[in-house]
């Protein structure tokens, strides 16, 4: 692998930094999108509880509302509704809230998916800028210095050059943007997932109200 490296000459490196960048954010985002994850096994157990004991008028404290936030990546979306109806305030007033806050939480489920598209269309025109680097290597071989053919061992290089950095650029944005997809696909589930969950709470605590965030 290191002598393949080394064939592929200096505009590999490029390739192989964000290669493991991508791998990065590909494990990273796939660990946190599980529905485990953003919604844990109590999560909405306990925030359907609390919406229970708002509407029959049972006392509940703040700490309960705050655990409810902390307990998942969009638990503030679930403390947010319980929040505005615990404080008394209106339908309107709540679901300005709740769009607010909705947002945050989108970009916590979007967070690193920008930089994983950019990396899968980024890939192939650093391997175009390796080509063209090994292209330059193969005429500047060709060419002569003080009267003395270029030697084919420099031929060969420039052409290993250009065939490695166009492979190793669509290698790893092949895999990027099928991962980008997926990951955006499983994104957009557990958006959809939580806007309904949310859009059930709110409806239990404001009646005859639908929202969605």
């Known amino acids: 692998m290191y002598s393949i490296l080394l064939s592929a000459g200096w505009p590999i490196w490029p ?31 306990s925030a359907f509880g609390l919406a229970n004991a708002i ?5 509940i404290s703040e700490s309960e509302i705050t655990a409810i936030k902390q307990s998942s990546p969009v ?50 025109l650093l391997g175009l800028f390796g080509t063209v680097v090994g292209m330059i290597e193969i005429f500047g071989s060709q060419g002569t210095v003080n009267g003395i053919a270029g ?18 650029g669509l290698l790893i944005a092949i895999p990027a943007l099928a991962a980008w997809r997926g990951l955006r696909a499983l994104a957009n589930q557990r958006q959809r997932e939580c806007e309904e969950f949310t859009r059930q709470l709110f409806k239990k605590l404001y009646p005859n109200t639908i929202t969605t965030p």
């Not at 509407?55 to 006392?59: E, I, T």
């Open 55 to 59: 509407s029959s008028g049972k006392s």
């Open 15 to 45: 390739l192989l930094i964000i290669s493991i960048i991508g791998l990065a954010i590909v494990i990273e985002r796939a660990w946190y999108l599980r529905q485990i994850q953003v919604f844990p096994k109590d999560c909405l157990e």
């Open 75 to 124: 638990g503030n979306l679930f403390a947010c509704v319980l929040r505005e109806k615990f404080n008394g305030a209106s339908a309107d007033s709540a679901l300005e809230e709740l769009q607010a806050a909705a947002q945050t939480s989108w970009l916590k489920l979007d967070r690193y998916l920008g930089a994983l598209a950019t990396i899968a269309t980024v890939a192939p």
């Open 151 to 168: 030697s084919p061992q420099q031929l060969a290089h420039g052409i290993s050059v250009a065939l490695y950095n166009t492979a190793f």
